[in-house]
């Protein structure tokens, strides 16, 4: 057996929906709630990846790609999707694959919170780990450099910090944060997080255009 190859399907989201989303897979994957600016790198991620869910499927968070283990009984119950038009900058080119070319193959979750579990799970333990430090921190520039080293994207890394920084700064200046984990906080009778909205809006705040997604 292996992997079970399923349709495409959209999940575009609110922001209400998505912030919930975040925090209820967030508490799902390490038992407590995150801080407003972990959500936030997360959140910029996302905005810059699927056009804040305008092109987001499967509910594949951050255009995570799947890869065959070696092992194709690794795989049974992983899901994925192959997409069309998916373009990747190589040598400076820009290149277009299409199914069932591998470079199209992403991953695919039934839920919200199942596709944040794994994003999460993604950047903190896998090949990507050692930019979790900067989703701790609140640190979109430092996340952008870290994903740029380990290649997680193909654009360029003054194009994706830019982004990451325009959308992490609106992010932090709304309030629907707040609202929405006051909410789950009181359902599940936890503690908040420390300082959750304790983060100084210190870069600039010039990039007004939205980046399409870097790959896919």
Not at 100 to 106: G, I, Q
Not at 181 to 203: G, M, W, Y
């Amino acid at each position: 057996m292996a992997a079970t190859l399923v349709p495409i399907t959209k999940t575009a989201y609110t922001t209400s929906q998505m912030i919930e989303g975040f925090i209820r897979g967030w508490f799902n994957q390490f038992g407590e709630l995150p801080k407003k600016q972990s959500v936030g790198i997360i959140w910029s991620q996302n905005a810059i990846e699927t056009g804040s869910t305008t092109a987001m499927w499967n509910n594949n968070i951050g255009n995570v790609k799947y890869s065959p283990s070696k092992n194709p009984d690794d795989d049974n119950d992983i899901k994925y999707m192959m997409l069309n038009n998916v373009w990747e900058i190589i040598n400076g080119k820009k290149i277009i694959f299409q199914p069932p070319n591998p470079a199209t193959w992403f991953c695919s979750f039934d839920s919200l919170e199942e596709g944040v579990g794994f994003h999460l799970n993604f950047l903190k333990n896998k090949r990507y780990k050692n930019s979790w430090a900067a989703v701790e921190a609140g640190d979109p520039e430092q996340f952008a450099h870290l994903l740029k080293i380990a290649k997680y994207y193909t654009a360029s890394e003054a194009d994706y910090a830019k982004g990451m920084r325009y959308h992490f700064n609106k992010f932090i200046k709304d309030k629907t944060f707040e609202s929405v984990i006051d909410t789950i906080q009181k359902e599940l009778n936890v503690p908040k997080p420390a300082n959750p909205s304790n983060v100084l809006d210190v870069f600039d705040n010039t990039f007004s255009s939205q980046l399409p997604p870097a790959r896919g």
